[in-house]
């Protein structure tokens, strides 16, 4: 293997702080007539010791289409984070605005266009909106540089993450996959942001993902008590050093262990486990935890385009939530909790039927029961 450089700073100095061995492209989710087995590739985070960007390794997938649903609460997120930054007089009316998604979805154009600003596809914008996007960029100095480049003189650069604060926090192991190639800590995006010209100036925080930053910058303004704040509750836990993101190798077994054991348990209890959201994050946790079909029977997803197809690696296959309520499962592992609300709401059914729904990680958590007024 080559020596690692890094895809911002591009230093050469730096360690793996996670390493999840060779996991299947959670991407790619294969139709339930292709036995497999499917294709492993390393899957590890490496630490730059130069700017601090946590990022993966090494990526000899090839990026599938992306085949999700949009949840309800990404939707709610971003409704909110397009006001609060309105609110700050960061979203003039007649602004020139360009997006750079996310591959998996989501854009935020068609509520910036209702509050007046004009969506550009080339050329110069006043607003620059990057939800999640960068991250999907092998290379990250490049990524940064062309937004920094179509920014006006005036203009606002917007920038949100799921916080590498948020993954040592909350032990999100399985942040890490392949075609996620930045893990960003603020104080290493503010780091990247320097290097391309510009100066974080404030941010807003978001409960989604158990922490989603949104950073705004510009050439010329300074900090404020915001970001000042941010950066100094990294410090305070060390963000930047190897010792501190090498809680997720821990954090990693005991998850797996513990979705194991529980299906397990089940199993031996003849409770009928089904699962719910067959989302990229949950690959690795299945592989790694050894789980099939046998001990997980299926996961239901709202997705079309997911439905008939299998989790790749672990061979469980995906159903449609018609199918979920129609198993009347005794449990159901939800295993993205933003989808607790939506699905709850959507399958009133499971718990009707007596079932009833349970966080899958960090450790399988039941949720209590709703009330019926």
């Not at 996991?23 to 497999?36: I, K, M, N, Y």
């Not at 000899?60 to 909110?80: F, H, I, S």
């Not at 010792?243 to 990693?252: G, M, S, T, Y």
Request: charged residues 20%.
């Amino acid at each position: 293997m080559s020596e690692p450089v890094c895809r911002a700073c591009r230093g050469r100095n730096g360690q793996i702080v996670l390493d999840l061995g060779r996991q299947p492209a959670s991407d790619h989710f294969p139709r339930l007539v292709e036995p497999g087995p499917d294709a492993r590739h390393p899957l590890q985070m490496w630490l730059c010791a130069g700017c601090g960007l946590a990022q993966l390794l090494s990526d000899p997938t090839v990026p599938e289409e992306p085949r999700g649903a949009e949840p309800a609460a990404l939707v709610a997120q971003a409704r909110d984070a397009v006001h609060r930054v309105s609110r700050a007089g960061l979203l003039p009316q007649g602004a020139r605005v360009a997006e750079y998604g996310s591959p998996h979805g989501g854009s935020w154009l068609g509520m910036l266009r209702e509050r007046g600003l004009r969506p550009v596809a080339e050329g110069e914008a006043d607003v620059i909106l990057d939800c999640f996007g960068m991250m999907h960029c092998p290379d990250q100095a490049a990524a940064l540089a062309e937004r920094a480049g179509r920014l006006s003189e005036d203009g606002v650069l917007l920038v949100q993450y799921h916080s590498l604060a948020t993954i040592i926090r909350c032990g999100q192991w399985n942040a890490l996959r392949h075609g996620h190639y930045a893990y960003y800590s603020t104080t290493a995006l503010v780091t990247m942001l320097a290097a391309a010209g510009l100066k974080a100036r404030t941010a807003w925080t978001f409960d989604l993902y158990g922490g989603t930053v949104l950073l705004a910058a510009s050439r010329t303004a300074e900090p404020d008590d915001i970001v000042r704040a941010l950066l100094g509750e990294e410090q305070a836990m060390r963000i930047t050093e190897p010792n501190r993101l090498r809680v997720l190798q821990d954090e990693a077994a005991a998850t797996a262990d513990a979705l194991r054991r529980y299906l397990t348990e089940q199993r031996q209890a003849g409770r009928r486990v089904y699962g719910y959201g067959a989302a990229s994050r949950a690959v690795a946790l299945l592989c790694r935890a050894g789980i099939d079909s046998v001990l997980l029977p299926a996961i239901a997803d709202a997705a079309p385009a997911k439905q008939k197809r299998r989790m790749p690696g672990s061979g469980v296959p995906v159903i449609s939530p018609a199918e979920l309520v129609a198993a009347e499962p005794d449990e159901v592992l939800l295993f993205l909790p933003d989808l607790a609300t939506e699905a709850r709401t959507a399958l009133p059914q499971i718990e009707a039927n007596g079932g009833r729904w349970v966080i899958a990680e960090p450790r399988p958590d039941p949720l209590a029961p709703l009330s019926i007024a």
